[in-house]
């Protein structure tokens, strides 16, 4: 059974930096890429970007770009989204999604907070 | 960057009525990178239409999508009460992803 398991709900203050993290099981993970999602308070889907995890290939959106970064280690078929300074505007949910082209398999979410 | 709107904003419909949602693009999509996810409260999207007119596994024939170039239609041909939720249609062009800003079919 495929399965993208995130890390919980992460309460920080502007200007931390954050790691949360994607597992994925049940499939070589290397066959797929791995995408990740914004979806902030009662807002639509973001996509932020996406990375192959053969050789961590990264594309991002343009919005996103310079802000996260994408990584993954694919020994432990983890893949990670990165801050190095939140800010208030950061606060959302965010979803890992397996990528081929349409997201088939997505993480149940992990809730970012942003607050002082 | 390819820019998707959909309409209507909201869909106010009864269990067993049809549902019908577009979603247009600001240029011509290919048919293969047209997506459709259902969304509900408190839960991760699913995919549902792939490549504009597969149905994902599991997904009920009651869903159909269609289209092409920069017009593509999802279809709910009688509401159930699971259905009432969030739609985005999604693309995938020059490398990059966009959503559309989602249909909320609630209720009447």
């Known amino acids: 059974e495929v399965q993208l398991v995130q890390s919980g709900v992460e309460v920080k203050k502007p200007g931390e930096s954050l790691t949360i993290s994607c597992k994925a099981s049940g499939y070589n993970f290397t066959s797929y890429w791995i995408t990740w999602v914004r979806q902030m308070p009662g807002k639509g889907l973001e996509w932020m970007g996406r990375l192959d995890p053969r050789d961590s290939y990264t594309k991002y959106s343009p919005s996103f770009q310079g802000h996260v970064t994408i990584s993954a280690d694919k020994s432990i078929s983890t893949a990670y989204l990165q801050w190095s300074s939140l800010k208030a505007s950061d606060t959302a949910i965010y979803y890992c999604?397996?990528?081929?082209?349409?997201?088939?398999?997505w993480g149940q979410g992990t809730l970012v907070v942003v607050s002082s | 960057e390819t820019v998707l709107t959909q309409s209507p904003g909201t869909l106010s419909l009864s269990p067993g009525e049809r549902a019908t949602l577009s979603c247009r693009a600001s240029?011509?999509?290919?048919?293969?990178?047209l997506t459709w996810y259902q969304q509900k409260p408190g839960q991760a999207p699913r995919v549902l239409i792939y490549?504009?007119?597969r149905r994902a596994t599991g997904i009920p024939d009651r869903f159909s999508g269609s289209g092409s170039g920069t017009e593509f239609t999802l279809i709910i041909s009688r509401l159930e009460p699971e259905d009432f939720a969030v739609y985005y249609c999604?693309?995938?062009?020059?490398?990059?992803?966009?959503f559309g800003p989602g249909t909320r079919v609630d209720i009447k």
């Open positions: 999604q693309q995938y062009g020059n490398s990059v992803f966009t």
């Open positions: 240029q011509s999509v290919s048919s293969s990178y």
């Open positions: 999604a397996r990528d081929f082209k349409s997201f088939d398999y």
């Open positions: 490549g504009a007119s």
